[in-house]
């Protein structure tokens, strides 16, 4: 699972996989094995490296760890909502990410093409079906990241249009 999560204002990038009864993390591209336990809906208790944190979501929606108070929000691309919010709004640059995890078939669109709305850019296919990654907005495709044959993560950057 890949998530964007906002803390105090910055943003970080977490995948998370489950093995066994650790969770394996990637923070920014750094990698880190936990023991996470819940000790009741709104507190889990992570062991990291021999030590020992405490996380609580608070009634305001901050987060409480080592007795300070942090804004956090989590962008997950699998909720419908994420995907309404990230649609909206046609100004500066645009993420165009996979919605779910897939290999790239084909790619439609080179860097420096002017993009229409609804323009194709690259194909994911996913559990036999394939599934056009479109562009939201006219501008131009100024980064490509999908190459056919590559394995794609949901919530994986596939394109930026300006």
């Given at each position: 699972m890949?998530y964007d999560?906002?803390?105090s204002g910055k943003?970080?990038?977490?995948e998370?996989?489950?093995s066994e009864a ?15 336990e819940?000790?009741?809906?709104e507190?889990l208790?992570i ?11 608070e009634?305001d929606g901050k987060m409480f760890?080592?007795?300070k108070h ?5 962008d ?7 995907r309404?919010?990230a649609?909206t709004g046609?100004e ?8 779910m995890?897939?290999r790239i078939?084909?790619?439609l669109?080179?860097?420096?093409d002017?993009?229409?709305?609804g ?14 990654i ?5 501008g131009t495709l100024?980064k490509l ?11 994986e950057?596939?394109?930026v249009?300006?």
């Open positions: 890949v999560i906002s803390i943003i970080h990038r977490l998370l996989q489950r650790r969770w394996q993390f990637r923070l920014d591209g750094l990698e880190i094995s936990a023991d996470v819940q000790i009741d809906p507190t208790s062991q990291v490296g021999g030590k020992s944190f405490e996380v609580r979501r009634a760890l080592h007795g942090y804004d956090v929000s989590v997950d691309p699998r909720s419908w909502r994420g309404r919010r649609g046609n500066g640059p645009h993420k165009l990410t996979a919605s995890p897939g078939v084909r790619v669109a080179s860097e420096g002017k993009i229409s709305a323009q194709g850019i690259a194909v994911v296919e996913a559990m036999k079906m394939q599934n056009e479109k562009s939201p907005k006219q100024k990241l999908a190459r056919p044959g590559m394995n794609v993560h949901a919530g950057v596939l394109a249009v300006e």
